[in-house]
């Protein structure tokens, strides 16, 4: 039946069928094989399977639960970050400014509350509002001005580092915030951003869940709902999405704005795990985000990627840190791994476009 | 647009009878300037339903600049531009569809590496459930865009298929149905054969005489005079940004359309032009009467 393609009505083209055949029709369904690697987080999971079968052999340690923990911990607050870097990079842009954004938003939650002396809870939501700015702004500028997402998002992470750096030290007179542990709120906001809890006499870090949780969610949303849609669209083919009437400029600002949410969770459970902010930090971790979303099999000219692959991207990167160290290795080969891994990733996401839209 | 209730065919059918006389979308000494550059000026065309105008012209010649003032993406900046009637002036692209004004864009016409019913639905997609549940209906879509496509006789067998494995005549007819079926009135086609081959140029032309023949107003884009001569009812000539020839089919033949295409007074410069640098043989050039037919027939021979 497939083959009928063109050949039925064929009134103004009536040798048509004969050569359209092999062109055109469709009948053979590529091998299951070819279909399942063609899903975008097909190939991240082998690798993440690979990772943890090596390690489980390198490094005995890692087969304790407690490690497997601490792993997993690792890998949910680089993976929270990668979920809305990902989608961000689905939807055709990336964010330089994600790593800092994270320091910003904590600093500004911190000194809030320490300095004015205020409820944590006001530090939090004032984070929220702040962080969410400045993804409205990075989408802001970027959609006015058209220009490529690196240099507006490099311009903000210049700004920030400058910034977080500058107002601690003159706020607090040092490069870090002073403790908040003592002040009011911060068992509750600790419970929800930075608590642990026991399965099978193992602590698991709550990040763990949420990272799940978001994943989920961000799952659901790209592929089940129309703003899922429209983030493929955006990335895939800006101007035809606009044609057909996407709301690019809402959908492109609204990821930015993702990432900022993003950004302050990652933020607040920083602050409330530690208790203080190290204004310095957070530069180079947008880089880990961006490497997670794309060993995740997310294409960074957008338009193609999943939610679940930056999750195994995350792990990937979580058991590589943490089996390094539980192999009794020197922790600087941790970056040289990545670098392999990432290369491996683009050259995947490479062939799969390739497949993906051969004729 | 989430339901199918402002279908095609009821508000075709209900719009054709009353409105024979009137035009569907009318422009009127319309123009549009970049700054100090004049790209379009006195523009009159008029699209009737259940006919197709043709607009030709040369590379430059203000095509793209109609069809954009038309589909919404840019505005006149003189004279007049009337859907139904009344005066319009669109901000969006999605104002022009809401009108029922569909354009069909030669290389914007798809996202590539989405599915073909994600393509098919992309920007008015089907959803059940309230609120904060909301989600695509992926059953209904993939279901009504497999009944619109063999509607058109496009036979898919997996609509998960990223729309880019379609050949470009196949995306081309895709981008059709889909205008057709969210009620398109008007369907603004640009160039949909300039990048395909012979065959599969015919099936597109074929797709522009159905989408015809169920009322819609067709305004199909071209510079091949033969594609443009195949299915259209009044045609336009467009040249360094003004109109050159509007004539209805049974005032121009094919030769003349050609021969307003080319450019004849041009092409006999040429003639002379090439005789002084390569020293061709002019006499082995055809005659003008006879440089007309198939000078059309090969420029667009580009597959």
Redesign the interface.
Known sequence: ??M???A??A???PP?PG??KQ??G??A?RPLALRLLARPEVGVFLGAVAVLVFFLFAAPPVRDGGSMANILYQSSTIGIMALPVALLMIGGEFDLSAGVAVVTSALTASMLSYQLTLNVWVGVVVALLVSLAVGFFNGWMLVRTGLPSFLVTLGTFLILQGVNLAVTKLVTGNVATDSISDMDGFDQAKALFASSFEVGGVQVKITVIWWLVFAALAT?VLL???Y??WI??VG??K????????PVTFTKISLFMLVGFGAWFVGMHNLFSFNTVQSGEGVGQELIYIAAAVIGGC?LTG??GSAIGPVFGAFMFGMVQQGIVYAGWNPDWFKAFLGVMLLGAVLINLWV?RT???? | MTDKTTGTDGAVRTDTPAGEDRPLVELRAAGKSYGNIRALHGVDLTVHPSKVTCVLGDNGAGKSTLIKII?G?HQHTEGEFLVDGEPVRFS???EA?DKGIA?V?QD???????PVW?NF?????M?KGPWPL???D?ERMKRTADEELRNM??????LE??I????G??RQCVAIARAVYFGARVLILDEPTAALGV?QS??V??YIAMARDRGLGVIFITHNPHHAYMVGDHFNVLRLGTLELSADRSEVSLEELTNHMAGGAELAALKHELAQVRGVDTEELPEDGALRAPTAATPEGKS
């Not at chain 1, 101007?239 to 996407?246: C, D, K, N, Y």
């Open positions: 039946m497939s009928a393609q063109q039925e009505p009134a103004t083209t048509a050569p359209e062109k055109d469709r009948t369904r659901w089940r709902t129309k899922g849609n493929f669209a895939g083919n101007e035809s999405a606009r044609a057909v009437g996407v294409l338009g193609y476009q993906a839209t051969r004729r | 589909s993406l969006t692209p999605r569809l354009t864009y914007l016409a798809v996202v590539p590496l989405m994600r639905f992309l920007g008015s997609e959803t909301r989600r695509l992926i006789g496009i036979v898919l067998d997996d298929q990223p880019g494995t379609l050949s005549g196949q065959k015919g099936v032309l074929k």
